[in-house]
């Protein structure tokens, strides 16, 4: 007979002291949500071990109990990925130990809830950066990149989280503990550390990572070019691209959000009456950034840039940074709600699909706020409303249904970095025929044939249910697409 929620309680109790098992509703509340507040989930336990042997143990206790559980870093996630309903939720963020720093090698060994900021922090002194910045990097976790396969402003030119972690030691659902990558060269055979970063926590829990370290670039230089229309924008963007230039990174704010961050804390200095702007952050070695820098500003002011200003100092430069990080938070001033959705589409279609956006937007009636990453089509258009309101919030679900068909409509992804989670399984069938779908169940089951870690997100819930119910169902899926 397996135990009760009262006994694995107490088992966990032993594990990690009794401040770090919650079982009060009261208590339990603060974890209900994530970044993306409109969805709300109650966990019945949280348990928050401190040590990589106290992860372990509990981990093990939950595959006795057989009970489902779910990961959680700093909670910053934009999906609802890290909500556990009814279910166990497993916090992270106490493993906070940076292990080891090689310089030499160029590499870190870090615990799953050291935050990036501390990471970039720490080996700054050492001419070294943990490149992936996503914009919550004062927040968010390294393990919580890992679930997400995070980005930030800089992928553009660094790559996201899979190019910069060369090994983990992972437990899996089931307790058993594996390494997955290598520290030096590639390991033969299927790159499973490829398939466990991007996982959203599916496939079980980093206990240590190594992650890759690149020197700090020599000389950096970042320059805001204001536009009178955001098709000028866009076609600056894709210009700067097909010269060869590649910036550090390449991000877009359309009119209404330049509007919101202006008269937020977080005030940039963005000309508010603009209706688009570009930030463009070049570096390198100084004699290439120089050229670079001319070539873009070339580009922008032949494009319709009105003005093209370039960071005098590493304080301007960080005011102009601060507008495009603290977006997001800026948008809380609208209303108590937020939907941020995650689209990749080609750079080439960006024109085409901002008006499309605006459409949608006079269609439903809603406020659209863009701010994206531009030099790889990511977009992240965000609608600020009150979830409380049924009329509004069906409004706002419709309009984002329709850009999101909009995106892939013309070739483009649901997400580029903030993962499927709760908030985009349903868009899952726009994208991936009933063969992926299932493929993607097998890849699962074959981390956890139990399913108990992080249920019910990512692949649509029916589809798995259809995989297991008869041996017909892999032919039958075949012959969908026969």
């Known amino acids: 007979m397996g135990m009760n929620l009262d006994e694995v309680s107490a088992r966990l109790t032993e594990v990690v002291g009794e401040r770090h098992v919650l079982t009060r509703v009261s208590e339990l509340l603060v974890y209900s949500s994530d970044g993306l507040p409109g969805y709300r989930k109650q966990p019945t336990l949280a348990v928050f071990p401190g040590t990589r042997d106290e992860t372990i143990a509990v981990v093990r206790i939950l595959a006795e109990a057989k009970l489902p559980?779910?990961?959680?870093?700093?909670?910053?996630?934009?999906?609802?990925?890290?909500l556990a309903d009814g279910v166990v939720l497993l916090g992270l963020h106490r493993l906070k130990n940076i292990i080891s720093i090689d310089v030499e090698n160029r590499r870190a060994k870090v615990e799953p809830g050291v935050v990036n900021l501390k990471l970039n922090r720490t080996v700054a002194p050492k001419g070294l950066m943990y490149a992936p910045d996503p914009s919550s990097e004062a927040a968010c976790t390294i393990g919580g990149n890992i679930a997400e396969n995070a980005g930030g402003p800089h992928c553009l030119k660094n790559g996201v989280t899979l190019n910069h972690i060369l090994a983990l030691t992972v437990i899996l659902p089931s307790g058993e503990i594996v390494e997955l990558g290598a520290e030096e060269g590639e390991r033969d055979g299927y790159d499973l550390r490829g398939a466990f970063i991007g996982s959203e926590g599916c496939f079980g829990i980093a206990l240590d990572i190594t992650v890759r370290l690149i020197p700090r670039p020599q000389v950096i230089r970042t320059m805001l070019c204001d536009f009178t229309t955001v098709d000028a924008a866009a076609r600056v963007t894709s210009a700067i691209v097909a010269s060869g230039v590649i910036p550090a990174a390449l991000e877009f704010l359309d009119g209404p959000m330049i509007r919101v961050v202006e008269s937020s804390i977080y005030a940039a200095g963005y000309p508010k009456d603009a209706e688009a702007v570009l930030l463009v952050e070049l570096d390198g070695l100084q004699e290439g950034v120089d050229a670079d820098l001319e070539t873009v500003r070339r580009l922008a002011l032949d494009g319709g840039a009105r003005n093209v200003k370039v960071a005098r100092d590493e304080v301007e430069r960080l005011r102009l940074w601060q507008g495009r990080k603290k977006a997001f938070g800026a948008m809380g001033r609208l209303s108590p709600h937020l939907v941020v959705q995650d689209a990749v589409i080609p750079r080439s279609r960006l024109a085409e699909i901002l008006g499309r956006i605006e459409g949608i937007r006079q269609k439903y009636g809603v406020i659209v706020?863009?701010?994206?990453?531009?030099?790889?089509?990511?977009?992240?258009?965000?609608?600020?409303?009150?979830?409380?309101?049924?009329?509004?919030?069906?409004?706002?679900?419709?309009?984002?249904?329709?850009?999101?068909?909009?995106?892939v409509s013309v070739g483009g992804s649901i997400t580029g970095e903030h993962g499927v989670g709760l908030d985009k399984m349903g868009y899952m069938d726009l994208i991936f025929d009933p063969v992926s779908l299932a493929a993607m169940c097998d890849l699962r089951d074959a981390f956890d044939p139990e399913r108990r870690a992080n249920p019910a997100k990512v692949i649509p819930t029916h589809r798995c249910r259809e995989w297991m119910a008869a041996p017909s169902a892999r032919a039958s899926a075949k012959a969908v697409q026969a």
Do not use: W
Not at 386 to 402: G, I, T
């Open 69 to 82: 559980f779910v990961p959680r870093g700093a909670g910053t996630g934009l999906s609802g990925g890290a």
């Open 369 to 407: 706020c863009n701010v994206f990453h531009a030099g790889d089509g990511n977009l992240h258009p965000n609608i600020p409303y009150n979830a409380d309101d049924p009329e509004e919030s069906e409004r706002v679900h419709l309009a984002m249904k329709e850009i999101m068909q909009a995106c």
